[in-house]
C-alpha cells in the first residue's frame, strides 16, 4: 500500500518518531487492513467505514485484547487517516465515532522506599570496568529517571559535571535538563576515567560501552538491570523502567509537585504524570493513621463516642 510507505516515512523523517513507535504503527495498519481485506474485500482506506472498523474492534475484544492495546491499535489507524486528510484529500476518518473499551488506569510498578537499601546494598562493590559502569548504570536509572533509549543514547558531551546537569534528547527530538547531586557526579567521573583507562580505543560517541568498546545493547541493558532487582521481593516485571517509576514515585512521596516531575520524566503531557498522585495519596494516608492522634485503628466495636448509661 503506497499510503503506508508514504505514511511510514513522514513518521521517521518529518515527525521523528523512535523506529520502535514506527514499527508499532505499521504493524497495527497492516492487521487492520488484512482484516478489512478478509472480512470485507477492501484493500482501499477511502472505501473503509466507521462500522468496520467498529468490527475490528469488536474482533480484537472478543480475542482478549487488553483495552489499552486496542486504543492504542484505533489510534494508530487514526493517526494514519489523519495523515491522508492532510496529504492525499481524504474527506473521512472512519475512526471517528468509533467507541473505543474504556482505559484502565494501571499503577506503576516501583519499588518501595524501604527496599531501596538492600536494592543499592547487593550492587556490585568492585573495581573492575564492569562493576563501575553496571553500578552507575543502576544509579542513573534511579536518580534521573532516564528512560531506556535515552540511557543507551547518552554521550559525554550531554554530561556537565561542573553545572552537575544532563542534557538529555528524549522523545520527539525534545531535549530537557536534568540536575544530577554531587555523589552521581563523582560515579560519572569515575566511571569515565575507568572507561579510559580500560577502553584504548573506540570511535563511538555512546556513553555506555561493551569491554570491547562497543555500545550497549538493549539485551545487555536488561540484562543487568533484571540481575539486581532479583532481590526486590514481588516484582511483577524487572525492566529499566521500573526504576523510572520507583524515581517519580519517590519524588511524589516526598512532596514534589506533579509539573516538576512532568518536567524531569519529559511527559508531553500532565495526565501521564497523574498516575503518580495514587502514591502521593496513599504515603498520605499512611502518614496520618501513624501520627495523628485520632488517626490510629479502634477496636471493632461500639463507637468510642457512645457512652452507655448507668
Known amino acids: 500500500m503506497m499510503e503506508l510507505k508514504s505514511f511510514r516515512a513522514y513518521l521517521e523523517l518529518e515527525k521523528r518518531r523512535s523506529p520502535h513507535t514506527v514499527t508499532a504503527y505499521h504493524q497495527d495498519i497492516e492487521q487492520c487492513f488484512s482484516y478489512l481485506l478478509d472480512q470485507y474485500g477492501i484493500d482501499r482506506p477511502e472505501a ?49 465515532g468509533v467507541s473505543l473499551p474504556r482505559k484502565k488506569t494501571r ?10 537499601e538492600q536494592f543499592f546494598d547487593q550492587l556490585p562493590q568492585g573495581d573492575s570496568y564492569v562493576d563501575v559502569r553496571d553500578r552507575l548504570i543502576l544509579h542513573l536509572l534511579y536518580e534521573t529517571g532516564l528512560r531506556r533509549s535515552e540511557l543507551l543514547g547518552l554521550d559525554s558531551s550531554r554530561i556537565d559535571l561542573t ?55 538493549v539485551r545487555s541493558l536488561y540484562g543487568i538491570v533484571r540481575t539486581y532487582l532479583m532481590s526486590v521481593g514481588q516484582l511483577e516485571r524487572r525492566s529499566p523502567h521500573i526504576l523510572r517509576h520507583t524515581f517519580a514515585t519517590h519524588l511524589a512521596e516526598s512532596g514534589a509537585d506533579l509539573q516538576s516531575i512532568r518536567s524531569l520524566l519529559g511527559h508531553r503531557s500532565l495526565a501521564s504524570t497523574q498516575v503518580y498522585t495514587h502514591t502521593q495519596i496513599a504515603h498520605l494516608k499512611k502518614t496520618y493513621l501513624q501520627a495523628h492522634p485520632r488517626g490510629q485503628k479502634r477496636p471493632v466495636g461500639e463507637p468510642s463516642f457512645i457512652k452507655k448509661n448507668g
Not at 542534557?167 to 552521581?184: A, F, N, S, T, Y
Not at 567521573?189 to 550497549?216: A, C, N, Q, V, W
Request: charged share 25%.
Open 163 to 217: 553545572q552537575g546537569q544532563i542534557r538529555v534528547m528524549g522523545k520527539r527530538g525534545k531535549e530537557r535538563i536534568i540536575p544530577i547531586g554531587q555523589g552521581l557526579s563523582d560515579m560519572l567521573r569515575y566511571y569515565m576515567k575507568k572507561r579510559e583507562d580500560h577502553i584504548l580505543e573506540s570511535s563511538e560517541d555512546s556513553f555506555l560501552l561493551t569491554t570491547k568498546g562497543t555500545p550497549l545493547s
Open 48 to 96: 473503509v467505514k466507521p462500522v468496520m472498523i467498529r468490527s475490528w474492534a469488536v474482533t480484537l475484544m472478543e480475542a482478549n485484547c487488553q483495552s489499552s492495546t486496542i486504543r492504542r491499535k484505533m489510534s494508530s489507524i487514526k493517526a494514519f487517516y489523519k495523515f491522508l486528510q492532510r496529504r492525499h484529500g481524504l474527506e473521512a476518518n472512519p475512526v471517528i
Open 107 to 116: 499503577i506503576p510498578t516501583f519499588i518501595p522506599s524501604s527496599s531501596m
